[in-house]
């Protein structure tokens, strides 16, 4: 069990690492073409605990280009600016990294 949460760590380092670089060569290419379209969202999520939330919410503030607002951890809400409209896969690939590291 403790070897499975420490393969889901690791594996969530590696895609934040490589989320963050693909979301920096992103930011400076819409930056040079003026592409910017600012947008607030919320996004609910599968995360449960306050500590899994929190972790979720940092790695979005870690990513170029995404902003975390606000965390209700009640209903399960992640309120996150963004430079352009995304997807939920496209804010928060990590999710099922962090649900089966920490949950």
Known sequence: MFIMRFVYGI???VVLIYEIVK???DVA???V???VEPVVVEIETVLKRPISQTI???SITLTPGTLSIDLDSER???TVA???HRSKEDVI???PYIRKMLE
Do not use: K
Request: proline share 4%; no cysteine; charged share 10%.
């Open 56 to 58: 979720l919410a940092n």
């Open 33 to 35: 073409n003026g592409n």
């Open 29 to 31: 290419i819409r930056t």
């Open 11 to 13: 594996a969530y380092f």
């Open 82 to 84: 963004t430079i352009v």
């Open 93 to 95: 690939p990590f999710e």
């Open 76 to 78: 399960q809400v992640l």
């Open 23 to 25: 979301a920096t060569i």
